[in-house]
C-alpha cells in the first residue's frame, strides 16, 4: 500500500524567512511520481510541480524549490523568503489518479 | 488553462435525500475523480472515471455512486445522504500524459461543501 506522510500539520512564519515543507513517502513501485498541490483559502488545489521517480535532479521555480532524495523517500519543498501570498495549505501526493494525499500542511505567514 | 466548474459551491441537504453534485471540464480529459477533504484526513478518492461510461471505486465508495454519460461531465450522487457526508468535495481531471495517466497533474475544481442536516 502507498502512503505518503506530512508531519508538519501547521507551520507559522514571518514575512521572508525561508520554510521548508516536509514530505515521506512509501511506495513498492519503482516506477512513481510525486507532485505538490497549493491550496489557497479560496479552496481550489493548484498543481505546483511533478517529479518522476527515475530524475532525482532537484528543481527550482523562482522561490520554489524541490529536494527529491530517493534514498530517503522524501520530496521536500522549500519557499525562500515566504510571502503572506503563500499562505494555504500544501499536499504532498504519489502518483496520479488514483492519487495518494499527504494530510497537508497548513503555512501561515504572517507579515 | 484548464478548467473544472463544480456546480454548486455550498450545498445543504436534509438526511435521506438524494444529492447530485455535477463537475464539467472543458479541456478534453479523459480522466475525471472524485474526492472529499475532512480535516486531518486529507484527500480520500471517492470513485473514478477513465473513459465515458465508466466508473470504478477509489477508497471511500460507501454511499455514493457516480455517472459519466459524456466526457465532459462526471456527477457524484449521494443515494440516502447521511449526517458523515458532510464534507467539501473536490472534482479533478488529468489527460493521458505522456506515461499515462500516473504522471498527469490533477486539475481541481473550487469544491462543493456539502452539509447534511
Known amino acids: 500500500a502507498q502512503k505518503v506522510t506530512q508531519a508538519q500539520t501547521e507551520i507559522s512564519v514571518v514575512e521572508k524567512e525561508d520554510v521548508t515543507l516536509d514530505c515521506v513517502y512509501e511506495t513498492r513501485d519503482t516506477t512513481y511520481y510525486l507532485f505538490w498541490y497549493k491550496q489557497p483559502p479560496s479552496g481550489e488545489l493548484v498543481f505546483l510541480i511533478r517529479r518522476n521517480s527515475f530524475d532525482e535532479q532537484n528543481e527550482i521555480s523562482g522561490r520554489y524549490s524541490w529536494n527529491f532524495q530517493k534514498s530517503t523517500s522524501s520530496f521536500n519543498f522549500t519557499i525562500t523568503a515566504s510571502q503572506v501570498v503563500d499562505s494555504a495549505v500544501y499536499f504532498c501526493a504519489l502518483g496520479a489518479g488514483k492519487s495518494t494525499f499527504g494530510d497537508g500542511t497548513t503555512l501561515t505567514v504572517k507579515p | 488553462d484548464v478548467k473544472v466548474t463544480q456546480s454548486s459551491r455550498y450545498l445543504v441537504k436534509r438526511t435521506g435525500e438524494k444529492v447530485f453534485l455535477e463537475c464539467v471540464q472543458d479541456m478534453d480529459h479523459e480522466n475525471m475523480f472524485w474526492y472529499r477533504q475532512d480535516p486531518g484526513l486529507g484527500l480520500r478518492l471517492i470513485y473514478f472515471?477513465?473513459?465515458?461510461?465508466?466508473?470504478e471505486k477509489g477508497d471511500i465508495p460507501e454511499g455514493y455512486s457516480v455517472s459519466r454519460e459524456k466526457k465532459e461531465r462526471f456527477s457524484l450522487i449521494l443515494e440516502s445522504a447521511s449526517t458523515n457526508q458532510t464534507s467539501m468535495y473536490l472534482c479533478?481531471?488529468?489527460?493521458?500524459?505522456?506515461?499515462?495517466?500516473?504522471?498527469?497533474?490533477?486539475?481541481f475544481g473550487n469544491g462543493t461543501r456539502l452539509t447534511v442536516t
Open positions: 472515471s477513465y473513459d465515458v461510461k465508466m466508473k
Open positions: 479533478a481531471s488529468s489527460s493521458d500524459g505522456e506515461r499515462g495517466v500516473e504522471n498527469s497533474p490533477l486539475h
